[in-house]
């Protein structure tokens, strides 16, 4: 095999390799890996937060049996503003992890009125980084130096052997 071609072939799979690292990976169901968070917790009921990519679901529960606590009239205040909620066929309250993703923790305010009483539970939510996306959005600078030596060597082999 000529060294134009080792070259070439270097090049080649150079190449292809970044095109395989910025496929996006494999979706896989986000809350069944993540850990639910302890957000706040009283007396009667504790609070539970799942983070998925673009919201978070919190999960009222009571404390003595840990089942879903029959709530109404649901807010929820992060640090001091008012949250749009929805509600989850799992009867959970989707809340937007826009502001959230900053890797702070957040004051979380959560009223809610069950069995005749209305409570307020208060406590902290730090929510981890979005996953990352493909090994060139998170390596840009690797991809750019690997895919510029491949360009360098080709030029190279292509002068060389014009100089012959």
């Known amino acids: 095999m000529s060294a134009f071609a080792r070259i070439g072939a270097c090049a080649w799979l150079a190449c292809a ?3 395989l690292a910025a496929a996006p990976p494999a979706a896989k169901p986000e809350a069944a890996g993540t850990p639910e968070i302890r957000v706040a917790h009283s007396a009667l009921l504790t609070v539970d937060a799942t983070p998925t990519d673009d919201s978070v679901a919190l999960y009222i529960k009571r404390a003595t049996d840990q089942a879903a606590a029959s709530t109404s009239n649901v807010v929820v205040s992060v640090d001091g503003r008012v949250q749009t909620l929805s509600r989850g066929s799992d009867g959970s309250y989707l809340l937007s992890a826009a ?3 900053d890797n702070s923790p957040h004051t979380v305010e959560i ?4 069995d005749g009483i ?3 539970l208060s406590g902290q939510l730090t929510l981890p980084p979005p996953r990352g996306g493909s090994f060139i959005s998170e390596h840009r600078q690797i991809g750019w130096w690997v895919l510029n030596i491949a360009i360098v060597l080709i030029a190279a082999i292509a002068l060389s052997r014009r100089r012959k």
Do not use: Q
């Open 17 to 19: 390799s970044l095109v």
């Open 111 to 114: 009223t809610a009125s069950h």
């Open 99 to 101: 502001d959230l993703r």
């Open 118 to 120: 209305r409570e307020i």
